[in-house]
């Protein structure tokens, strides 16, 4: 206990040392600082920070600004070199297009980008390859196809024209269709279309295609994947060895079901396919699909945005195989609206088989006419009938038909 008299803490006087009252860095920063107004009383603001500057004196925002203008001029500059590549080519492919075909064709009725149009896609069989002999006079369309897009629901539809269906060829009488191609050329072709199909779905434009440079342009591309819908062992065609002997024990080509790269060359063997060994039902019908199927992948890589980055080097060459009306801008729509295709759907024209003078035929079914109101957007798909190898009708997707 504290003795008497004494506290038992201690007091401790307030007060500080002689000199300058401490203060913080940012206080002492403040008092430095200049007054907004100039001098009167007002509200004291800091010295800006100063800014880093980089190479040149430049901050990172103005170099990230000129790097984005940079880039912009870039693509702006390798867009116009693959547009006037394109141009070049589109305007040869329009040259190889005999001139009275035009005239028989339907004018748009508007923008790809926003109308349906009608495109007729005739492949010739005439070849000059390994394996082509006596084929290399024959000009039938040996590939009749009818895209019709629909901008408006994001769709397109493939429309397969059996080659051997048997129609009024416009000077020919009975005929199978396609005869046109060689009785009267692409022109004769379209005409025997729109007499067939009527005026609920004209052929708008067309373009041909030559199977057999095909192969380049599915190669200049780098290849084509294509979903098999089966597996396949083909007759022996076009046999790919030397010797009579290697021939000779060859079984023929082979596919596998699923998603198979294709180079140019194999590409052309799938779409020439006429017989499948492990499928004694494999059709013509199942082959026309196959093609479009071909066709679909190719004209999907074409569209594809990579190919944007390599158009000044190859957009004149990618047009080499084809003869067409398109122009160039309406090219770019189509390509554009295959982009944004959400759904594909594969119809065909279909009926009876029988023989007569003409040889093997088909008799167009009046369920033909559905199958037009489908590729109109009028009706909803209906598959083939099952266990008739001619049926029309139409599939969504790319399965094939009966599969």
Not at 17 to 30: D, I, M, S, Y
Not at 188 to 205: E, F, I, R
Not at 318 to 323: N, S
Request: hydrophobic share 35%; aromatic share 8%; with cysteine.
């Amino acid at each position: 206990m504290a003795a008497s008299g004494e506290k038992p803490y201690r007091v401790y006087r307030g007060g500080r040392t002689k000199g300058k009252v401490p203060l913080q860095r940012r206080e002492r920063e403040a008092r430095r600082a200049v007054r907004s107004d100039g001098g009167g009383p007002g509200k004291i603001v800091e010295r800006p920070p100063r800014r880093r500057r980089l190479w040149l004196g430049w901050t990172w925002r103005r170099w990230t600004l000129v790097t984005i203008l940079g880039l912009i001029v870039l693509s702006v500059i390798w867009g116009a070199l693959g547009y006037l590549s394109v141009s070049s080519g589109v305007s040869d492919a329009n040259k190889r297009l005999p001139k009275n075909v035009r005239p028989v064709l339907t004018p748009d009725s508007g923008l790809l980008l926003s109308s349906p149009t009608t495109i007729l896609l005739l492949g010739s069989d005439h070849a000059t390859g390994k394996g082509s002999t006596g084929r290399n006079v024959d000009q039938h369309s040996d590939s009749i196809t009818l895209l019709h897009t629909d901008p408006g629901h994001h769709r397109l539809y493939y429309l397969s024209v059996p080659r051997d269906l048997q129609t009024e060829v416009p000077g020919h009488g009975q005929e199978k269709i396609n005869a046109a191609m060689q009785f009267g050329g692409p022109r004769l072709a379209v005409q025997t279309l729109d007499a067939l199909l009527g005026k609920s779905l004209p052929v708008n434009h067309v373009v041909i295609v030559d199977f057999n440079q095909f192969e380049k342009l599915i190669d200049a591309v780098g290849g084509i994947t294509v979903n098999v819908p089966e597996n396949i062992l083909s007759n022996r065609f076009d046999c790919p060895y030397k010797t009579q002997q290697r021939c000779s024990q060859w079984q023929g080509w082979r596919f596998h079901k699923g998603p198979t790269h294709m180079d140019g060359h194999q590409a052309l063997i799938f779409s020439r396919v006429r017989e499948n060994q492990l499928n004694r039902s494999y059709t013509d019908f199942d082959r026309q699909h196959d093609q479009q199927l071909v066709e679909q992948a190719t004209l999907a890589k074409l569209s594809s945005p990579t190919r944007f980055f390599s158009l000044p080097f190859t957009g004149s060459s990618l047009l080499k195989p084809i003869a067409t009306d398109l122009s160039t801008w309406k090219l770019m729509q189509l390509a554009w609206a295959k982009f944004r295709t959400g759904t594909t759907i594969h119809c065909r024209l279909g009926g009876t088989g029988l023989t007569n003078s003409l040889g093997d035929v088909i008799i167009g079914s009046p369920e033909n006419i559905q199958v037009i109101d489908t590729v109109l957007g009028q009706s909803a798909p209906q598959r083939p009938e099952k266990g008739n190898p001619y049926a029309p009708g139409c599939i969504v997707g790319n399965a094939g038909f009966g599969k």
